[in-house]
């Protein structure tokens, strides 16, 4: 919650830097990334949560709780790179699709063990 916290401000501090107000999501292209990276960190943080909360209770909370840090710092790493430049932004995108991957693959395997188990 901290992060998304975090993001809007950055937007806010861009709405003000540049003079855009709400409802405007247009403008200066530094204000766009901005605006953009806050609304896609946004749309996959219910995923995260989701599958965060899963993977902790059914596999193993150290080894999901590595991840999920992980994932935070990726998707901070994602923010600032396309706040800077839309291709700053790759990298900690895929690093971080690759980690939901891997923690779909957790709950999917907690899952498995738990009700297929003995």
Same mark, same amino acid.
């Given at each position: 919650?901290?992060?998304?916290?975090?993001?809007?401000?950055?937007? &806010?501090?861009?709405?003000?830097?540049?003079? &855009?107000?709400?409802?405007?999501?247009?403008?200066?292209?530094?204000?766009?990334?901005?605006?953009?990276?806050?609304?896609?960190?946004?749309?996959?943080?219910?995923?995260?949560?989701?599958?965060?909360?899963?993977?902790? &209770?059914?596999?193993?909370?150290?080894?999901?709780?590595?991840?999920?840090?992980?994932?935070?710092?990726?998707?901070?790493?994602?923010?600032?790179?396309?706040?800077?430049?839309?291709?700053?932004?790759? %990298?900690?995108?895929?690093?971080?699709?690759?980690?939901?991957?891997?923690?779909?693959?957790?709950?999917? %395997?907690?899952?498995?063990?738990?009700?297929?188990?003995?």
């Amino acid at each position: 919650v901290l992060f998304l916290a975090y993001f809007a401000m950055q937007v &806010i501090y861009a709405r003000r830097k540049y003079k &855009i107000s709400p409802p405007e999501t247009t403008g200066h292209p530094e204000f766009e990334r901005t605006f953009r990276a806050q609304a896609n960190c946004s749309e996959y943080f219910p995923i995260f949560i989701s599958l965060l909360w899963v993977a902790g &209770i059914f596999f193993h909370q150290g080894v999901t709780a590595a991840c999920g840090l992980l994932y935070l710092y990726t998707r901070l790493k994602y923010f600032q790179g396309y706040s800077v430049a839309a291709q700053g932004r790759l %990298a900690p995108l895929y690093a971080s699709a690759w980690l939901l991957w891997l923690l779909t693959g957790l709950a999917l %395997a907690g899952l498995l063990a738990h009700f297929l188990g003995p």
